[in-house]
């Protein structure tokens, strides 16, 4: 056993003789929230409330967009990246052997047993084992080859509604104690893990009847956005709404794609296609990458631009006769590309402008912002990142198994749409 590996296992022990139980008054508190015991003010909160909180970063330069969440008592902030595609949450726990942005997360509350249904949905069937009964061990892996390993825990999230109502709900996360990092470097606490299972916040959540089970978020193109717990801050009737797939049940995926660009169906069809808010680009699995590359070249054929080889911000970038801006200074020699969904029998159509799959480098060149994804590691899978769902918000609608989308301002925080007295 090495030193590092030493000094883990002594902190960690040290850590689980630090943590408590949840307070009485916390205790009583979600005990009236989950049996109904509320007022009618906490009742009208479940009724029309939401939590919105805002976000920072971009996609580039920064890479990623997080949220500050306010953890533990007495609560400190903590940098959390934003993610759909994953469940867990968790957070870089104080074990002195590796350095981060922020001050080390300290649980104080109560350890996760073995036996508790959470603990169970992060193991596949029949793996879950208990060399503990009284704490839950996880290690969860990431596409990009980081992973986070530690301890499951109960702690106090300091939350608002809309309406400037505090929530403190016990939520369960992770006490990551060791964390490699892969080809990720984000300068970040750890993840905000907003998947469809069970240990998803917005599902814990919806369990102790605090929020419907709805969340969205806005990112800005230039910096910024907001994310939302609940339902009351967008208008339905103007949002594109699309099914689920049911087939996908990890994922927010609606369903099978076929690729249009400039307008025209290609003959690629079938795409299995899913919604990430933790990959910063767009994936196309290698035969639809290497398809509208083939596109693209034709379009741009004549243009006045050419690849930009010695620029290596992203697999593929083009320079032009004058150093680039914007992105648009670029957008009439490119087209838009569409994902067309199709569930129970209408269609539905997700489009990428280029604005959606552009970046401006900073050697003011233009670069793709959609990779090849099965280089990436992701085999048949095309994940819609976000740099396509950039100044729109995206809504996921847990209850009605729906994925809605719509044009908005992500830059100015929403109103609710229900009003309090």
């Not at 934003?82 to 350095?99: A, I, N, R």
Request: proline share 6%; with cysteine.
């Amino acid at each position: 056993m090495t030193k590092m590996r030493l000094g883990m296992v002594l902190n960690v022990v040290a850590l689980l003789l630090l943590l408590g139980f949840c307070s009485a008054s916390d205790y009583k508190w979600r005990k009236a929230m989950i049996s109904g015991e509320t007022s009618s003010s906490m009742m009208m909160n479940r009724d029309g409330s939401s939590v919105l909180l805002p976000l920072y970063g971009n996609v580039y330069p920064i890479g990623y967009y997080n949220v500050i969440i306010n953890i533990g008592q007495p609560s400190k902030p903590y940098f959390l990246h934003l993610d759909t595609g994953s469940d867990f949450t968790w957070l870089q726990c104080d074990v002195h052997c590796v350095e981060e942005s922020h001050p080390f997360y300290r649980p104080s509350i109560d350890l996760v047993p073995c036996k508790d249904p959470l603990c169970e949905s992060l193991h596949p069937p029949g793996e879950h084992k208990c060399d503990n009964p009284h704490r839950c061990d996880y290690e969860v892996e990431y596409a990009d080859g980081s992973s986070s390993h530690g301890v499951l825990v109960r702690d106090v999230f300091a939350l608002n509604y809309t309406n400037g109502t505090p929530l403190k709900p016990c939520l369960a996360l992770g006490c990551g104690y060791d964390q490699p990092s892969g080809t990720s470097h984000d300068p970040l606490d750890g993840i905000l893990g907003l998947g469809r299972g069970k240990t998803s916040i917005i599902s814990q959540l919806y369990s102790q009847s605090l929020v419907r089970n709805v969340f969205g978020h806005c990112l800005s193109g230039t910096e910024g956005g907001f994310l939302f717990f609940g339902d009351g801050l967008y208008d339905s009737p103007r949002i594109v709404w699309t099914s689920m797939s049911s087939e996908l049940p990890k994922f927010y995926s609606p369903g099978f794609a076929e690729l249009v660009f400039n307008g025209k169906a290609v003959g690629l069809k079938d795409l299995i296609a899913v919604f990430d808010s933790g990959s910063s680009y767009t994936y196309f699995n290698s035969l639809v990458y290497q398809n509208l590359l083939y596109l693209m070249n034709n379009e741009l054929a004549g243009q006045p631009l050419e690849k930009a080889t010695d620029d290596q911000t992203l697999a593929i970038c083009w320079k032009g006769q004058k150093p680039f801006k914007s992105v648009r200074d670029v957008t009439k020699f490119f087209k838009s590309i569409s994902l067309i969904f199709t569930s129970n029998g209408a269609k539905t159509q997700f489009e990428l402008p280029p604005e959606s799959y552009l970046i401006i480098s900073n050697k003011k060149n233009v670069c793709l912002g959609i990779l090849n994804g099965t280089q990436a590691g992701l085999n048949n899978l095309n994940v819609i990142g976000d740099i396509s769902m950039q100044d729109r918000m995206v809504i996921y609608d847990n209850e009605k198994q729906l994925i809605g989308w719509a044009p908005a301002n992500c830059d100015q925080l929403p109103k609710p749409k229900y009003a309090y007295t």
